[in-house]
């Protein structure tokens, strides 16, 4: 199995249970709907996240690599997500924004348990 795919995994599996805690949390708190929306995001950055990888391996598995298709695909999939994520926040005031915390605690597992990892590396080399 990719070094990769097993860190996402346990990026997932940490969202998840982010997730499951925050939705306990907020039901004693009596926010649950807060709580809901903030696992919305968490699950839109899983999503975002599985969406890339699989928009990256497309185009660096093509037989002409193409760093416009990447950028264009990563503008479209980021306005799709960020316009999703301010509509709901809009309408489902004052909850809804709760999705933006849940993107923004997602992408920082995602970062700590994939990007990390291979920067420490990087260093350790000489």
């Known amino acids: 199995m990719d070094v990769n795919r097993l860190r996402m995994r346990r990026a997932t599996a940490i969202a998840f249970a982010l997730g499951a805690l925050v939705l306990m ?3 004693l708190l009596d926010r649950l709907l807060l709580g ?3 696992s919305a995001g968490l699950a839109l950055g899983w999503i975002n996240a599985q969406i890339t990888w699989m928009s990256i391996v497309r185009i660096t ?3 002409t690599p193409s760093k416009q298709k990447l950028a264009l695909s990563s503008a479209a999939r ?3 997500l960020t316009g999703l994520s301010i509509v709901v926040a809009f309408f489902t005031r004052p909850y809804g924004v709760g999705i933006f915390f ?3 605690v997602f992408q ?3 970062v700590l348990h994939t ?3 291979e ?3 990087l260093r350790q080399q000489p």
């Open 78 to 80: 980021l306005i799709i």
């Open 36 to 38: 809901v929306f903030i």
């Open 25 to 27: 949390a907020s039901g």
């Open 102 to 104: 849940g993107l923004a």
């Open 108 to 110: 920082l597992i995602l």
């Open 61 to 63: 598995d093509a037989e």
């Open 119 to 121: 920067v420490k590396g």
């Open 115 to 117: 990007a990390l990892p």
